[in-house]
């Protein structure tokens, strides 16, 4: 079975933050067992090429609309990786970054479009072709559309966060070829808000052209057919029910892995976990006689939780404890906020921010914290809770999406005592979560034995792609049954 994946990111080489954790462990699992895996990605400046061995130039020159391309190739973590380099003159991926520039809508449907033409020159059939996200979505539609000799049997679109949509103008599908006054229409891709009637909504187009729609947890899938959680495409996803699959992530347990992870100054199991933790916290400059340590290893957004973040602080150094927070907004004035909060506590030895994207950081703080807090808004999956809980360190989380799909409360009695392994509260309020920090840090202190029951039962707990991957490969076998059944938006909408 051929699968082709088209996305944004690739952990480690081009990772923004779980996309491209999720490409990497789940392509390396399904290719293990057996299926033919391909991932295709923008060849980004930032690539540190000496990490990606054996590259070679693939196609040398193919036109893309009025620009030419190459695709470059190697074998890499069990998959075939092909690095699509544009040479379009404004530089799409050229940028120093992923995500974040202003023309973000043309640099990725341009990709969507360049990836479809290398794609239809290699000219073999594929399997399953699996978009990622809004930034790709557009493929679904151009498949159906514009590149009908392509021999796909089914498209596939994961959802990993339904709030970014790529929301534009029919302007920016005409510049990529298609007419874009044809998919201004509810039941294609215009925009489901009706104070927008004008406006395109690429992740629209993958929900309804795609055979399968994937969230990443089960708690997701149904929370997104309601208008809380929906990101307004609520209405759509309602409709397109039967075909919505809720998998829940998994995470790579050969990278996070406290036993041989070399981002650590001293490796640990289950049995060692209060040496391991004490040997990364020497290398953390927090005050290390005030525990337990809690901390946050998130983007600064709304989604995050951020007031919530900010209201742990005093809680925290209220109830006797210190803060680690590791960070980073994309939003300016998101950033200024909390280095102004930076300054506020500058000199208390309880306090650490860091703003930037650390690597390192975030393995040695996994390692030394005995409390992680995921106070999100909403969460489609969430990696940071599942490799919290492999690193022996607790987690506290909202109630939402994966969030909910992978941690239990410590204090629940509805949920079987061999689950419970952190602590969940119901209400994205400051009073929710501060009622949970403080049976969170009661029972640290008072009750050591049942505190370290939960930091043995996050350890030992399979949170490894083995199952979803097991999951996915059960979906795509599904659709290609299914592939020669008439999907009816196919014969129902023809372009031009
Ligand atoms: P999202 O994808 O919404 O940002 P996830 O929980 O799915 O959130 O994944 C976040 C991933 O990014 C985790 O691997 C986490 O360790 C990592 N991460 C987030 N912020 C930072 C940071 N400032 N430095 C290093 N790693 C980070």
């Known amino acids: 079975m051929r699968i082709v994946h088209l996305a944004a990111e690739f952990a480690p080489i081009a990772k923004a933050g779980g996309l491209g954790e999720v490409l990497l462990g789940l ?27 054996n590259l070679s130039i693939e196609v040398p020159n193919f036109k893309c609309l009025d620009s030419q391309n190459a ?58 072709l699996h978009l990622h996200d809004w930034h790709v979505a557009l493929c679904a539609p151009m498949v159906r559309h514009l590149f009908t000799q392509l021999r796909v049997k089914s498209i596939v679109l ?3 966060n339904i709030e970014y949509q790529g929301k534009c103008a029919v302007s920016d599908l ?16 215009q925009d489901d808000n009706p104070k927008h009637p004008k406006t395109i909504n690429l992740l629209k187009g993958g929900l309804v052209f795609s055979d399968a729609l994937i969230p990443v947890s089960p708690t997701y899938a149904q929370e997104i057919l309601t ?39 001293m ?37 995050k939780g951020p007031e919530l973040l900010e209201e742990a602080i005093e809680t925290t150094l209220k109830l006797g404890g210190s803060y680690a927070l590791l960070g980073s907004s994309p939003h300016p004035k998101m950033q200024e906020h909390f280095n102004q909060l930076k300054k ?56 939402t999406g994966g969030l909910k799909d992978t941690v239990f409360d410590a204090e629940d009695s509805s949920t079987p005592a061999v689950k419970r392994n952190g602590f969940v509260f119901r209400d994205a309020t400051k009073a929710s979560m501060n009622q949970t920090l403080k049976r969170a840090f009661e029972l640290f202190n008072s009750d050591p034995v049942t505190f370290q029951t939960l930091i043995r039962r996050g350890m030992q707990t399979d949170f490894s792609w083995k199952n979803p991957t097991l999951e996915y490969i059960k979906l795509y076998r599904t659709l290609l049954k299914s592939a020669l059944d008439v999907n009816p938006i196919r014969i129902n909408v023809v372009a031009n």
């Open 344 to 399: 506020k506590y500058e000199g208390n030895a309880r306090v650490l921010f860091q703003f930037e994207y650390n690597e390192q950081l975030a393995h040695e703080l996994y390692a030394a914290l005995d409390l992680l807090l995921v106070p999100s808004h909403y969460e489609p999956c969430g990696l940071t809770q599942m490799i919290a809980m492999r690193y022996g360190t607790v987690p506290i989380v909202r109630s």
């Open 158 to 160: 994961s959802i990993h």
């Open 27 to 53: 392509t390396r699992e399904v290719s293990k067992k057996g299926l033919d895996v391909e991932v295709i990605l923008p060849k980004y400046d930032l690539i540190d090429l000496s990490k990606v061995q």
């Open 267 to 303: 490796h640990y199991s289950t049995e060692s976990v209060a040496k391991g933790k004490q040997a990364a916290r020497a290398k953390i400059k927090l005050d290390g006689t005030k525990r337990p340590w809690i901390g946050a290893i998130t983007r600064l957004v709304v989604q």
């Open 227 to 265: 208008p809380q959680y929906g990101g307004g495409l609520d209405g759509t996803l309602r409709k397109l029910k039967p075909k919505i699959f809720g998998i829940l992530n998994g995470i790579d347990q050969k990278i996070w892995d406290p036993e041989k992870d070399p981002a650590l100054s």
């Open 71 to 128: 695709v470059w190739s190697c074998r890499y973590e069990e998959c075939q990786l092909r690095l699509l380099e544009s040479r379009h003159p404004a530089g799409y991926f050229h940028r120093g970054k992923i995500y974040g520039c202003e023309d973000d809508i043309a640099r990725f449907t341009y990709f969507s479009r360049a990836a479809l033409e290398y794609l239809a020159l290699q000219n073999k059939p594929i399997d399953v």
């Open 174 to 189: 005409d510049r990529i070829g298609l007419k874009g006054d044809f998919y201004l229409a509810p039941h294609l891709l």
